[in-house]
Antibody
Framework: QVQLKQSGPSLVQPSQSLSITCTVSGFSLTSYGVHWVRQSPGKGLEWLGVIWRGGSTDYNAAFMSRLSITKDNSKSQVFFKMNSLQADDTAIYYC????????????WGQGTLVTVSA | NIVMTQSPKSMSMSVGERVTLSCKASENVGTYVSWYQQKPEQSPKLLIYGASNRYTGVPDRFTGSGSATDFTLTISSVQAEDLADYHCGQSYSYRALTFGAGTKLELK
């Protein structure tokens, strides 16, 4: 069955980078894209970006300068990296499987709670 | 970016009540709207896609409707397990997805 499992740190120092890996199973990254979404404490969902099946990417304009999404198809892994984190980047970060723009996100990772603090 | 505005921010209800949640888009998004339910400490779960299509396994007490800029999620008879946050999101602009701020459903 489809699964997305995230791994990454829970604590990041201010101005440092955040790296999260999303390892997928039950589908191929050559056939489906993967999105990244975050949720700040007590807030709504915020779309960050996507890596499409062909490897191209689209980013939320607000994060474009400090966000990078890459992948390794052979390892079924997607890599999320955000630079220059500040306190307001404290959030739960999710990866989610792309099933086309009409279907929404049926499959999500378990989320990675990231706290930005010294 | 397309702004999605949800109302109310929170609402208190009793088991068995009918509940209607609203989601308004700042521009026409057709029927490219999804609804998600999120319980504490859990990832969001897809309820409705394409504005009115119930996702697999979603109870039929959940109904989505609307098009263009106005969308609603109705729970015909709220159950205790429906207490959660509900989020709407648009995928019309698929390279710039946006979500609403969410509605919190609480027990009266």
């Amino acid at each position: 069955q489809v699964q997305l499992k995230q791994s990454g740190p829970s604590l990041v120092q201010p101005s440092q980078s955040l790296s999260i890996t999303c390892t997928v199973s039950g589908f191929s990254l050559t056939s489906y894209g993967v999105h990244w979404v975050r949720q700040s404490p007590g807030k709504g969902l915020e779309w960050l970006g996507v890596i499409w099946r062909g490897g191209s990417t689209d980013y939320n304009a607000a994060f474009m300068s400090r966000l990078s999404i890459t992948k390794d198809n052979s390892k079924s892994q997607v890599f999320f990296k955000m630079n220059s984190l500040q306190a307001d980047d404290t959030a739960i970060y999710y990866c989610a499987k792309d099933d086309g723009n009409y279907v929404g996100f049926a499959y999500w990772g378990q989320g990675t709670l990231v706290t930005v603090s010294a | 970016n397309i702004v999605m505005t949800q109302s109310p921010k929170s609402m208190s209800m009793s088991v068995g009540e009918r509940v209607t949640l609203s989601c308004k888009a700042s521009e026409n998004v057709g029927t490219y709207v999804s609804w998600y339910q999120q319980k504490p400490e859990q990832s969001p779960k897809l309820l409705i896609y394409g504005a009115s299509n119930r996702y697999t396994g979603v109870p039929d007490r959940f109904t989505g409707s609307g098009s263009a800029t106005d969308f609603t999620l109705t729970i015909s008879s709220v159950q205790a397990e429906d207490l959660a946050d509900y989020h709407c999101g648009q995928s019309y602009s698929y390279r710039a997805l946006t979500f609403g701020a969410g509605t919190k459903l609480e027990l009266k």
